[in-house]
């Protein structure tokens, strides 16, 4: 089903993916902000970062008519320039209100995409809160930086921004030094940026300007202005191997006080770049803008008749390209179109190597079709390769979602994240995210205990919760884990029974692990019994619902006052698929092969019934096992004397599944069951088999869940039932 | 779930004017209205989906598109008959969320149903189910209308 795309459809896809982009950075400013207010510090670097965000955000915004966030950025961005020049002070107060507008535009894009309706509510309020805090605590700096000997011609081209950085360190009574460095031509880009990072440690750059005396025709040279409280010796000892000379920028003694602007006669910056080209004037005709508010720092200062003319700006720095995963999809499709030709050309292949009349043309065949092979693998792990993105994209929103609610329930909280850079199909990573914050709400909601039960208890006032995220061999294992109360087993039983969920017969019979199993069972959602009991399980039932539909398991260890950690355990895609091909009740499936261990043959009398539940003796050791035609409730004719028993681990759990024959090994690219097949449960999706026969692609984790979990079955087969009558 | 039928269930006016794609499924000639009608497969691979609802008869690819293929006889709920006719066509159709393949024995024509020859489904006795729109009689003999928008009305 090809989706065409007009131009103006493509555009307003384009508009979304950058504006989403633009929010998700803003988001990701906003913490690193909140973390230096924590640390007592304000970062005028990070403000003015979200103040361009937030001023091309606004541009799209206008651009593509999308009039609520239009007027929301253009509050905001009065909000920010009033901070970013000094004119309001940075609070927690603003930086909710901060946090909240970036909420609230990702909730505008979202019913910009039609998938919501707007939320002209939520932004009315936030433009209250908006005009409260803006126009008060307004304090102009008037500190004179006529006290100093600065060039007007220099002073003349600071942006308005770089001046308020310039007045607050001259306020704050920090030193300025004039650094005068030469640099390549070829190289400034590369030496200029080691510049800085040496310089960051001392000081903060305020501006820096071509000063128009370069040594050599190849060499330019900029001047940069620093503020800093090192020392000269310290600053000069520092840059010793960068080629520069420092000097500070002396008082003046007669200084007339008070004068607060810089004289308007100053050349723009676009005129002073124009008088240092000699060529400029001439020939090559070069406009240069006013650079957009906010761009303090040009990354290259140099003259532009240094470039040539098409090697201008018009080629974008970036050089990556967003796609729709749709468009992904549609190749994959090819691909798995692919393998099957390829199939078919195996297949002939071995037709005329039985001819030996033919056998020329055979071997020649062979070679182009081992090619083929090799290239069609190439290009599936480069498809599977571009979906694929690192976790952090979903992290990121996990830290938001931390901040708010520990702000909420005024706890404090330390976020630790480790292996953000772990890899996952995107599609994996997108619908992750409602999981994980369900269960990261629960850890600080429920796990993470008040401030002074944490004192009584001798542990630190912060909580922790910890994210984990690393590869093992096919799949990626996310931890989620909590340093709070713990989950009482006792406790959870007598919930258990108390709902009826089970008997004391039954409850008798669960072990640990099955016990902390039951708060995924959907009796539990009830936020109140949840808060009561042990404090876990809002919607739990559905997170592993999740997670199970992208072929994932999720369990839950606990210790009482120790804390709690949910392992969740997922494949690295979900597109493609190396499938083990079985026979089950006379019909052809395919088993993902990532969660097969290992196959086995068995005698049938190998069989034993333990304790009402069939189990083979592997290696010593007791395996269950779920004869998989019985399971999917198929006729069973064929009796095998021997049995093929498939082992399929998953987490810790393992299961030996009975099929009829084992036919193969082959990638598939898996395809998902339409909407009226939802509720049946056991399939992760279909595949074709060339032929065009439809095989369906069990699904271990649904079955795993159904066999090994008494209480989820009895539940299950309820429903099972239930459905059958309809 | 028979309970509550919006107003135009048995809404013959709806029918009025409009093409109808003939088509016979369990021996009895029945309709859908061509604008409903997306494609004419001839019967595709269908692989059965075990544990799936009884009105499914299994999913088919289309295209390189897995398509969950339902089987009208059970959809509409009619007798099926002793000697087993096996569907010939599917018909694609648009179930609100997804498209879903009919199997059908086979189709027949393409008919204009005109206001005289309509007659209100009640003719056929009792309280006659939501998917039966209507029986039209376009050359004489009966036809049954089906309502379309509730055509999966009561199946999960």
């Known amino acids: 089903m090809a989706e065409r795309f007009d131009t103006t459809e493509r555009a307003r896809e384009e508009f979304f993916s950058e504006a989403q982009e633009l929010v998700d950075s803003v988001g990701r400013s906003l913490l690193s902000l909140d973390e230096a207010e924590r640390g007592g510090r304000t970062d005028p670097e990070i403000i003015n970062d979200i103040f361009r965000a937030v001023h091309t955000l606004k541009g799209l915004a206008g651009l593509f008519g999308a009039s609520l966030l239009a007027a929301l950025t253009h509050e905001l961005e009065e909000l920010l320039n009033e901070l970013r020049l000094g004119r309001s002070r940075m609070s927690p107060e603003i930086l909710d209100v901060l946090f909240r507008a970036a909420d609230v535009s990702a909730k505008i894009l979202a019913s910009e995409r039609g998938e919501s309706l707007p939320p002209s509510d939520d932004v009315r309020l936030l433009l209250s809160s908006l005009g409260a805090l803006s126009k008060h605590d307004a304090e102009e700096t008037t500190f004179g930086l006529a006290d100093y000997d600065l060039d007007p011609g220099l002073l003349g081209v600071l942006t308005e921004y770089e001046e308020h950085r310039l007045r607050t360190n001259v306020k704050d009574g920090t030193a300025l030094f004039r650094i005068r460095a030469d640099f390549p031509l070829a190289t400034i880009d590369t030496a200029l940026d080691q510049l800085k990072t040496n310089l960051r440690p001392l000081g903060e750059i305020i501006t820096y300007l071509p000063t128009g005396d370069g040594r050599a025709a190849d060499e330019i040279q900029l001047e940069i202005l620093v503020a800093s409280g090192a020392r000269k010796e310290v600053i000069v000892e520092t840059l010793k191997n960068d080629g520069v000379t420092v000097e500070e920028v002396p008082k003046r003694r007669s200084a007339q006080h008070g004068a607060s602007r810089f004289p308007p006669e100053a050349a723009t910056r676009a005129a002073l770049y124009r008088s240092l080209l000699p060529g400029a004037e001439g020939g090559t005709k070069i406009s240069l803008s006013e650079p957009p508010p906010g761009d303090g720092h040009p990354r290259t200062a140099y003259p532009p008749s240094m470039h040539p003319m098409e090697d201008q700006s018009l080629r974008s720095v970036s050089q990556t390209v967003r796609v729709d995963i749709r468009k992904l999809d549609r190749l994959m499709n090819v691909v798995g179109e692919l393998t099957i030709v390829q199939t078919s050309v195996a297949a002939m292949m071995e037709k005329m190597r039985a001819r030996s009349d033919l056998r020329d043309l055979s071997s020649e065949l062979d070679r182009l079709h081992r090619s083929f092979q090799r290239n069609l693998a190439l290009l599936q792990d480069g498809i599977l390769e571009v979906r694929m993105v690192p976790l952090s994209q979903a992290f990121e929103k996990l830290a938001r979602i931390v901040r708010q609610v520990s702000r909420e329930q005024d706890k404090e909280v330390n976020l630790v994240v480790t292996g953000a850079e772990t890899e996952l199909d995107k599609l994996i990573v997108e619908e992750l995210s409602d999981p994980l914050m369900h269960m990261v709400r629960n850890s600080i909601d429920h796990g993470i205990e008040e401030r002074e039960e944490r004192i009584r208890a001798g542990k630190p006032r912060a909580g922790t919760v910890a994210l984990n995220a690393f590869q093992k061999g096919n799949q990626v294992i996310i931890e989620i884990e909590d340093d709070g109360r713990g989950i009482d087993p006792v406790a959870l039983l007598a919930t258990a029974m108390e709902r009826e969920l089970l008997t004391e017969a039954e409850a008798a019979t669960l072990s640990t692990r099955d016990i902390f199993g039951l708060i995924f069972l959907p009796g539990f959602t009830t936020r109140k019994s949840a808060t009561e009991l042990s404090g876990r399980g809002v919607g739990m039932d559905i997170v592993k619902t999740n997670v199970a539909r992208l072929g994932g398991v999720i369990e839950v260890s606990s210790e009482v006052m120790i804390g709690t950690k949910f392992t969740v355990t997922l494949p690295v895609t979900l597109a493609i698929l190396s499938a083990l091909i079985v026979e089950v009740g006379g019909g052809v499936m395919v088993l993902p092969l990532a969660s097969v261990e290992e196959v086995s043959v068995f005698e049938a009398r190998d069989i034993e019934a333990l304790h009402g539940r069939e189990t083979v003796t592997l290696r010593g050791r007791t395996l269950p096992v779920c004869r998989l035609a019985k399971h999917y409730r198929l006729d069973q004719t064929i009796t095998n004397e021997r049995i093929f028993v498939i082992v399929i681990g998953l987490g810790e759990r393992r299961l030996g599944l009975v099929v009829d024959r084992v036919i193969g090994q082959q990638d598939v690219v898996i395809k998902a069951l339409g909407a009226s097949l939802r509720n049946v449960r056991g399939f992760a999706g279909a595949t074709e088999l060339g032929d065009q026969r439809i095989a369906l692609v069990v699904d271990p984790a649904s079955i795993l869940e159904e066999v090994l979990e008494g209480v989820g079955e009895k539940l299950n087969m309820g429903g099972q039932d239930a459905r059958a009558v309809s | ?156």
């Open chain 2, 1 to 156: 779930m028979l309970a509550q039928s919006p107003d135009d269930t048995h809404d013959l006016s709806r029918a009025i004017g409009v093409d109808y794609l003939v088509l016979r499924a369990a021996g009895e000639v029945c309709a859908l209205p061509v604008h409903a009608i997306s494609e004419i497969l001839r019967r595709p691979k269908i692989t059965p989906v075990p544990r799936a609802g009884k009105a499914i008869a299994g999913i088919a690819s289309v295209r390189g598109a897995v398509v969950t293929v339902f089987d009208l006889v059970e959809v509409i709920d009619l007798p099926r008959p002793a000697t087993k006719v096996t569907g010939g066509r599917v018909l694609l159709i648009d179930r609100g969320n997804e498209k879903v393949g009919l199997l059908v024995d086979s189709v027949i024509e393409v008919v204009r149903i005109e206001k005289d020859s309509l007659e209100h489904a009640s003719v056929l006795g009792g309280e006659p189910a939501p998917h039966v729109l209507a029986v039209a009689r376009p050359k004489g003999s009966p036809i049954i209308l089906l309502n379309e928008r509730l055509l999966f009305e009561g199946i999960s």
